[in-house]
């Protein structure tokens, strides 16, 4: 049914067929409209084509809708007459379908860890300002410099905890490091759990080489579904992982200039989400992903109602264009439909601004790029069919899909490997045996309480000067390095515990007599 020819996909039919060039095709592109105009039927019709032509796809499904993809199409009344108006033949087809999900439920678990992440998209994540931003940079730089792994959000969490104690040593080095702002972030961070994102960060983190997987039974390329109903509640997580993914893409895929067709095509859905309130240096870095990752193959297919959503610096980048009806009731919608209008390449048969405001369901106006790169005149096209099932499949479906799909146990399991917290833990810990060993050998008749009173400090002296070759007053040393503080405040944390055990067991040593008494 599909229509498509040799090198290009079929995407709807004006007074001429309209298609997509695959060659074209990792230029980019952009499709707007209003709600309930046919954007995701027209996404899915790109997506499938795409497929079909062995180009692996990835698409974040916001309402369950594309989830019909995985299953063979039906012949619904509406879908029949469209193919008899565009003049294709139906016939029905599925599509290999990997579902991913960051909350581990309706797909695939996706991971990141917090390096990966880094500490611009983090701030980002966190809403912080611009100081708070330079305090989590420190962090991210103290971490490095000591080889501590920032895997997972409680790494992040015991390397704040360290920059908030020693945050007067630091600052000399690193510049200011208010204790109130290191504060703040540990809030956000503490919202950010609270949000589910402690479920994304961690391994094992996502590799890129399972998005472009192709199917081997029949050459299609696989159509990766993140579901992102539940995703949506937390907007800033879904806008963040979503740049996090192309920025790892552009970093890990080779140099492939203008292949014969995309490695991989993005499509991204409630684009302005990665736009609204973005600070200068986010932009600038979108800007640059989407300017540079067409030479790595890649594709991204921005998904929005009003192209206003979008900056003028993205926008210029985005070659293919599918624009459905807008809403010309206000001042502000009245302005989308001008801009939508002006960046057409004007049909002398179209009033172009006019027709936008007046197209029907799955109708839009088209302009894809031609052989030599320049936009095609804008036509009004009807819009081809999906060859699957349109609408979302049953959770049992999709569950038996999730049983069977080629990543299956990959990532189903969390991996908690030694990383910051764990390595500082550790460290401590081997500190605070040592220094009891020490102590032991030089009083060995002394009771333990003794023998507290008789260092000056009790046992986090012990452990601070087992650390440190000597006691741990300051009085008696000179600066301490940045790995003596980390594992300090490690140290005081292990004694703080210890100290704290040993408490209760008296108690219920104490209590326990006296009850029975």
Sequence with gaps: MSGDIDGMIFVGKA????YLTLKLAN???????????????????????????????FAADIKGDLSGVSMPGEGQDWILKRCEEIGIEYSPDEFPVIFWDLFGEQGHPVRATVSEMGPLLLARLMNLNEIQEGVLNVVFRV???????????????????????????????????????????????LVLENQGADKFFGEPALKISDLMRIDPRNGYGTINILAADKLMGSPQLYASFLLWLLSELFEVLPEVGDPDKPKL?????????????????????????????RSKGVGVYFVTQN????????????????????????????????????????????????????????EALVSMLEGNGTPSIVERTLIAPPSARVGPVTPELRAAAIA??????????????????EQLAKRAQAAADKA????????????????????????????????FGGGSSSGSRGRMTIGEQVTRQVARSVTSQVTNQITKAILRGVLGGMSRK
């Excluded at 007074?15 to 309209?18: A, D, L, S």
């Excluded at 010309?328 to 009033?351: C, E, G, H, S, Y």
């Excluded at 069977?404 to 917290?421: C, F, H, L, M, Q």
């Excluded at 260092?455 to 452990?463: A, E, N, W």
């Design 404 to 421: 069977n799909s080629p990543v299956k146990g990959v990532y189903d399991t969390t991996i908690d490997r030694e990383s910051a917290y």
């Design 143 to 189: 971490a490095d410099e000591q080889g501590l792994l920032l895997l997972d959000l409680k790494d992040l969490r015991a390397m704040l905890a360290f920059i908030a104690e020693n945050a007067a040593s630091l600052t000399t080095t690193y510049g200011n490091v208010a204790p109130a702002t290191v504060g703040a972030i540990q809030r956000a961070l």
């Design 27 to 57: 230029r980019h592109g952009l499709a707007t409209g209003a709600t309930g105009t046919g954007k995701t039927v027209t996404l899915q019709t790109i997506a499938e084509g795409l497929s079909r032509a062995g180009v692996p796809v």
């Design 307 to 362: 192209p206003l959503d979008v900056p003028d610096s993205v926008l210029a980048q985005l070659g293919n264009r599918v624009q459905h009806a807008l809403r010309a009731f206000t001042p502000r919608d009245q302005k989308a439909v001008k801009a939508a209008a002006d960046t057409f390449r004007p049909n002398p048969k179209l009033n172009t601004a006019q027709v936008i405001t007046e197209l029907g369901k799955g």
């Design 436 to 467: 009891g060993e020490a102590g032991a050998a030089a009083s060995p008749g002394q009771q333990p309480a003794e023998a507290g009173a008789a260092g000056g400090g009790g046992l986090l002296d012990s452990v601070l000067g087992g650390i």
């Design 15 to 18: 007074e001429q067929p309209e």
């Design 265 to 293: 095509v993005f499509f991204f859905d409630e684009a302005h989400l990665l736009f609204d309130e973005a600070p200068k240096a986010l932009l600038q870095k979108v800007e640059q992903v989407v300017r540079l990752i």
